[in-house]
């Protein structure tokens, strides 16, 4: 209680300057006369931009914690009748030392681990709006001297991070002989905002980041004491809003068409030709502010990127990420359950990809409804999909229901059900879950659900409770997890039932002014893992190391040590293990040079002794941004299983390529080579943004590779397809 109580006093003085924070003046946004316009060019040489309100003082966040930031930055924000405007000078004392090597879209920012944002490669700004002004939940907007679009939507203070949502508005920016400056016209649809006439208070903050420095400047939230970009509780207010637009029926539509051809090696190894075409919609309606209906049918995803290849050095399942549209749109939602750091989610209670693709191939989707969206102190996702029978499965529908209510500030207690049904059987799951921040570096995080079957078995149970403490100097995380034998979440992820597992992280970062450093992470953490009779299953333990410089230079080492139990045969990537108990130990690190620099290099090694064998990974990565027009990152992972058993080499190689020719029409290719299934595959995909929000794509797609041969074809395909965006 000493050294909580003495960690907690030092950084008191940190803590008290971001609350002031919470004091200084809102943003305020000017209406503009009927006689004003904006032409959409990066220039804020416009009258009304000069009779705008400006917001400026903007503080570090790195590398220098609450010192005002060395280049000024002045934001701006006018608004009429349909478009919300923000302009944004950031003023430069080097204008040819700014960076901006981005002119895709979606690619000026990433979301980090722990839903913290970060700017890719490039010099950039973001923007924030909490318009219902929940303490929670956000969308966020960002550039870079290029215009690149990127955004995101953000649910519980980052807890949630959707990178892949789409929405529809504009950018421009432009370099100019004070630095750099841009202006986003963001219409009021695509925002969504509480009904009501009068005055509106939105939260509001805006993120910048100084690249050839490495610096992260924001207006408000500045702290490292668990504050930051997601922080949306932390942010400043917007002011000046009052009767904002109404639309009348509030409908948009985006119908598609596609055709295309697809060639399939038969059973006399012949190929196969298939003609394809097809039509379909989306839709989506507001049925009173923020609450949203969406519909579609007879829906595509021909447009999705191909998963990257995964090699599986566990005897648990792989988990790859969902990247269908439909399915990420207001996804933040659904989340219930662990999702894990740095490995696959030990408990998922709702997992998109379980509706329309199975181990077999993709799975044809008739139709889906869903509502998202806020009514008073709830917020409400209800999804309820069917797909066709394929594969020797019958027709399914899917159904999900979600609530949760806020709890005083930025609290709330929630509930999920999800529901699986064929003529075959059903599966039903559900729980209760919650979140409560006794204090701003604080967070009590926890569920607990039930699972049930048709027929026998399925009728089990989960439990999670995590206590996490995050602040620039310390952290921790405590957490317990319990499932039950028959727990079965079919619409969800659970990589292992019968255990319970406890888990503690232990975190110092000091800052050494030292060999260019800019902080030095020491972590030690521990698992212990039984069945639930209280049979020893695994323990490990040991500590990281995590230099970052001031460079942008970062490496990762750790060593750990424990033991394992298999209470029965096994296989790893098809390598037998029998069952016994076996000591482990590994050593692992990585590293990667500042991606501020048109080359960056990466790499990777572990090995570790398990199994009374060893299993090897070595890796690495070269991305090469010459430019804004071209990029490419080639990517090669050497893994090694040698134990008992047996030995394998699965080797697995990448090559992205991507080119833009500007910031609509955009072109990327996927090639990889698995060598354990000796496969060589390729996915190309054209995209040209013919207008916002609508589409064509052109993607072609390849598959190579049999035991006698790599390069035997297994399938070709290409495939056109058209998309419009109405808004009615």
């Known amino acids: 209680m000493i050294v909580g109580s003495v960690l907690l006093s030092a950084e008191g003085a940190s803590q008290v300057a971001a609350q002031d924070g919470e004091t200084l003046p809102p943003a305020v946004a000017r209406h503009m006369a009927a006689s004003d316009r904006i032409q959409l060019d990066g220039l804020l040489d416009e009258v009304v931009w000069q009779a705008a309100p400006v917001s400026s003082g903007f503080r570090q966040q790195e590398p ?23 302009g944004i000078t950031a003023f430069d004392s080097d204008p040819d030392a700014v960076i901006a090597r981005v002119l895709q879209r979606d690619r000026v920012m990433q979301g980090a681990v722990f839903g913290r944002f970060n700017f890719t490669t490039d010099d950039g700004v973001a923007i924030l709006f909490d318009t219902f002004h929940d303490h929670r939940n956000a969308m966020i907007f960002a550039t870079n001297p290029n215009g690149a679009e990127f955004d995101a939507l953000l649910s519980d203070e980052g807890r949630e991070v959707n990178v892949d949502w789409r929405g529809v508005w504009r950018v421009a920016a432009k370099r100019t002989a004070d630095g750099w400056s841009a202006e986003f016209a963001i219409p009021f649809r695509t925002l969504r905002y ?4 009068g005055a509106a208070t939105w939260g509001f903050n805006v993120f910048r980041s100084i690249r050839r420095k490495n610096e992260d400047v924001l207006w408000r939230s500045w702290s490292r004491n668990n504050e930051g970009f997601n922080r949306v509780s932390r942010a400043g207010h917007l002011e000046g809003l009052s009767n904002l637009p109404r639309t009348g029926v509030n409908l948009e539509l985006k119908p598609y068409v596609l055709g295309g051809v697809a060639q399939t090696r038969n059973v006399l190894e012949a190929l196969d030709a298939d003609g394809q075409f097809d039509v379909g919609f989306d839709a989506k309606y507001e049925i009173r502010p923020g609450l949203v209906l969406d519909a579609t049918l007879n829906t595509d995803f021909a447009q999705v990127e191909a998963d990257d290849e995964q090699v599986n050095l566990t005897r648990f399942s792989l988990f790859f990420p969902e990247k269908r549209d439909f399915f990420l749109e207001n996804s933040g939602i659904f989340q219930f359950g662990d999702r894990g750091f740095f490995e696959p989610p030990p408990y998922l209670l709702f997992f998109s990809r379980r509706i329309g693709i199975a181990p077999e191939g993709e799975v044809p989707v008739l139709g889906g409804l869903r509502l998202t969206g806020r009514v008073g102190a709830q917020r409400i996702g209800v999804l309820n999909v069917v797909t066709d029978g394929a594969f020797g499965r019958p027709r399914a529908n899917f159904a999900v229901a979600r609530v949760t209510h806020d709890v005083g500030t930025n609290n709330y207690v929630g509930a ?8 075959d059987g059903w599966n039903t799951t559900g729980g209760l879950d919650w979140s409560f921040w006794p204090d701003p570096r604080l967070v009590f995080n926890g569920f607990v659900s039930a699972t049930a079957t048709s027929g026998d078995g399925g009728e089990g149970s989960a439990f999670r409770g995590e206590l996490d403490y995050t602040s ?3 952290g921790f995380n405590l957490s317990h997890l319990s499932i039950s034998p028959d727990a079965r979440a079919d619409m969800g992820f659970i990589t292992r039932t019968d255990i319970r597992r406890s888990r503690a992280f232990f975190r110092i970062t000091p800052r050494p002014r030292a060999l260019g450093l800019r902080s030095l992470t020491l972590r030690w953490s521990s698992s212990h893992e039984m069945r639930t009779d209280g049979t020893l299953q695994d323990w490990i333990i040991g500590p990281t190391v995590n ?7 970062n490496f990762n080492t750790d060593y750990q040590f424990g033991f394992t139990r298999l209470d029965r045969d096994a296989a790893i990537s098809g390598v037998p293990v029998p069952a016994g108990d076996y000591d482990t130990w590994f050593f ?23 199994y009374d064998g060893d299993i090897t990974t070595i890796g690495g990565s070269v991305t090469l941004i010459p430019n804004a027009n071209v990029s490419a990152v080639l990517g090669y992972s050497h893994n090694r299983i040698d134990l008992p058993g047996g030995a394998l080499d699965a080797d697995i ?11 609509q029409l955009t072109a990327d290719a996927l090639i990889q080579y698995n060598q354990a299934t000796n496969e060589l595959s390729a996915n190309i995909r054209f995209n040209f943004i013919h207008t916002p929000g609508s589409d064509l794509f052109i993607v072609l797609n390849e598959q190579r590779g049999t035991s006698e041969s790599l390069w035997d074809l297994n399938t070709r395909s290409t495939v056109v397809k058209v998309t419009y965006l109405a808004r009615l």
Not at 64 to 86: C, Q
Not at 194 to 197: F, H, I, L, M, T
Not at 547 to 553: A, D, K, R, V
């Open 588 to 610: 692992g690190f990585r590293g990667a040079t500042s991606s501020n620099r048109p080359v960056v290099l990466s790499g990777n090694a572990r090995y570790q002794s398990i």
């Open 194 to 197: 509480p009904s009501g006439a």
């Open 472 to 474: 620039d100097f310390f």
């Open 547 to 553: 230099p970052t410089w001031n460079s942008g230079e």
């Open 64 to 86: 220098d914690e609450g010192a005002p930031a060395t280049e000024r930055t002045e934001v701006r924000v006018v608004y009429d009748e349909t478009t919300l405007y923000v």
């Open 416 to 423: 999920m059900i999800t529901d699986r049904r064929t003529l």
């Open 653 to 663: 190689g990448s090559l992205r390529f991507a080119v833009a020719v500007t910031t």
